[in-house]
């Protein structure tokens, strides 16, 4: 069994390669795609983009179904939700600099206008 | 210079690791800590710990401020925002479910906490 931070740990692992979050992308605005398809835009071997579908599909975030020789592949991001949710914890820390930002910019505004 | 791509990858590398993540979690309910008491919950040397501290600095999500032989570490975690901002795109596929998923998230880690 893999526990909730182990599986954090292989889905920010996951989507630490430029590569693999650019596979990540195509499969987000494609509703499927074959391996040959997903190694295209790459300047790397198909052996490469092998390695890094595999990491893909050890971390949920891909699944992979072999038809004949053809294997599809699509998306499952499901894991990213885990991801998501621990970040959210943090979003008080911008969200909140955000607010301050905006009260002192509307603060210096007013004395700009008051003032002279 | 470090472009995009670049920036997520040192942030979701430094993120990978359990222990850094906990630091990060101490820093986000503390406003600053030294590095003892960092290091302090922790079964691991302070080396150790220098190490993850580095790493979280590398990727911007700390900054270290020496008083005398005193380090004082402290949360900056706005690299998060952009991660957060690339996982945003995936949130379509499991929309309304987020807010459960924080709720769980949120209950495992208290459970996490009080459990020891």
């Known amino acids: 069994m893999v526990n909730y931070s182990q ?46 579908l595999s990491v893909l599909a050890d971390a949920g975030l891909i699944t992979r179904t072999k038809s004949g020789r053809t294997v599809t592949v699509r998306l499952r991001p499901r894991p990213m939700r885990e991801a998501m949710a621990w970040l959210t914890r943090y979003e008080r820390f911008w969200s909140g600099s955000l607010d301050r930002l905006t009260a002192y910019a509307e603060r210096k505004e007013s004395e700009r206008r008051g003032g002279r």
Chains 1, 2 share one sequence.
């Open 7 to 52: 599986r954090l740990d292989r889905t920010f692992a996951a989507l630490v390669d430029p590569t693999r979050r650019a596979i990540l992308g195509h499969l987000e605005r494609n509703d499927s795609a074959t391996v040959g398809e997903l190694a295209q835009p790459f300047a790397i071997k198909l052996p490469a983009v092998m390695k890094h």
